[in-house]
């Protein structure tokens, strides 16, 4: 019952400030740009946070620059902009906030269960916003537009974890 009540509180938040469809094409604009850079987004992740990287076995421990072209590397970066992209085509239609949530509990429950904390996610969340602010079209709406979705997005993960 609990876990229902938790559903149902994260789709609420989700729909209580829902991207204007002018947001949603903003940000789906711009991660058009950058969307398949998949394995420079994970690397820039990893450079601004080692103890991130630190969390997956298969790369602990080893130089970014060594395991930055290996295949291990771009399937891992590959499903990490995949979730982002999956969410970014998900936003800006309230009709979709079901999905939305379940995509989002899902990574919730698989990162909690890692022992994944808040303080990861908002280290992942900063080097993104690096990231899309240096390689995307980027101003003051754009910025604003990534704000409040990552916000909804966030929101929902730390409800969860």
């Known amino acids: 019952m609990k876990f229902f009540a938790v559903l149902a509180l994260c789709i609420v938040g989700a729909?209580?400030?829902?991207?204007?469809?002018?947001?949603?094409?903003?940000?789906?604009?711009?991660?058009?740009?950058?969307?398949?850079?998949?394995?420079?987004?994970?690397?820039?992740v990893f450079s601004d946070h080692p103890d991130i990287q630190a969390r997956f076995p298969q790369f602990a421990g080893k130089d970014l620059a060594s395991i930055k072209d290996t295949g291990a590397f771009a399937v891992h970066a590959g499903r990490i902009v995949g979730f982002i992209s999956e969410i970014v085509a998900l936003v800006g239609n309230e009709s979709n906030a079901p999905a939305m949530a379940t995509l989002i509990n899902e990574l919730s429950t698989s990162h909690h269960n890692r022992g994944i904390t808040k303080g990861q996610?908002?280290?992942?969340?900063?080097?993104?916003?690096?990231?899309?602010?240096?390689?995307?079209?980027?101003?003051?709406?754009?910025?604003?537009?990534?704000?409040?979705?990552?916000?909804?997005?966030?929101?929902?993960?730390?409800?969860?974890?």
């Open 121 to 161: 996610f908002n280290e992942f969340r900063s080097s993104l916003v690096s990231y899309l602010s240096s390689h995307a079209s980027w101003n003051d709406a754009t910025a604003d537009a990534w704000t409040h979705g990552l916000d909804n997005i966030f929101g929902m993960i730390f409800a969860h974890l």
């Open 15 to 44: 729909i209580a400030a829902p991207l204007s469809a002018d947001q949603a094409a903003t940000v789906r604009a711009s991660w058009a740009g950058v969307r398949h850079n998949e394995v420079d987004i994970l690397a820039a």
